[in-house]
């Protein structure tokens, strides 16, 4: 089974888990069904993770080619000499320093390099989204059209089985020919097979 395969898989039994494999198209509808996979996915949290280390990657990058403030150089000025009453000598000085490097031109290979990685990311992590939306959303109505499928065959051997019941009855009156009796019975068994079917293949698709 291959990872797609798998995932698909986790995100139907995410959203049967809290609807009841008979009721899931009754009990969430397919955009919550959709919401909860979204948050839950192991896949999804995956690329999530690998799209903010690529950003923060670009981040890092983008700090090493902006300008920053140094330097050491000083001015300093001298007053004038006073006296205490001990008969030491007081001198008042002030200081002021300031540089600017230059912008790190070799930081411009490292910038474009993060800046694909997080495109590649950010692209990742979308066709992720759709993949998993897409493929639950196939789930949910295939689901529910195997639903529907096993409701109409039920319809269908109830009103079989109570057209059986006529016919026997006016074949017993004399009023409906064993042929067409014969006819009205092959129905209903053809409409149980159908039920027996439509019943296995939404088994099937709940086990898959």
Same mark, same amino acid.
């Given at each position: 089974m291959n990872k797609m395969r798998k995932l698909y898989l986790y995100s139907l039994a995410l959203c049967l888990t809290w609807a009841g494999l008979a009721n899931a198209a009754d009990s969430l509808t397919v955009e919550q069904c959709v919401s909860l996979a979204l948050k839950q996915?192991? $896949?999804?949290?995956?690329?999530?993770?690998?799209?903010s280390l690529a950003g923060a990657s670009l981040q890092g990058s /983008?700090?090493?080619i902006l300008?920053?403030?140094?330097?050491n150089?000083?001015?300093s000025q001298r007053g004038p000499v006073t006296i205490d009453q001990n008969g030491h000598s007081n001198t008042y000085?002030?200081?002021?320093?300031?540089g600017m490097s230059l912008v790190n031109l070799s930081g411009w290979a490292d910038i474009t390099g993060t800046a694909l990685a997080r495109q590649s990311a950010g692209a990742a992590?979308?066709?992720a989204v759709a993949s998993l939306a897409y493929r639950v959303k196939e789930s949910f109505y295939g689901l529910a059209k195997l639903e529907k499928?096993? $409701? /109409?065959a039920r319809s269908s051997v109830k009103q079989s089985q109570e057209q059986a019941k006529r016919? $026997?009855?006016m074949y017993q009156l004399g009023s409906l020919s064993r042929a067409d009796m014969l006819k009205i019975q092959v129905r209903l068994i053809q409409n149980r097979v159908d039920l027996l079917s439509a019943e296995s293949n939404l088994m099937t698709a709940k086990q898959s």
């Open positions: 996915s192991p $896949e999804l949290k995956k690329a999530q993770a690998n799209l /983008v700090g090493t300008p920053h403030l140094s330097g150089s000083s001015f000085s002030t200081g002021l320093s300031l992590y979308q066709l499928a096993v $409701e /109409v016919a $026997e009855a």
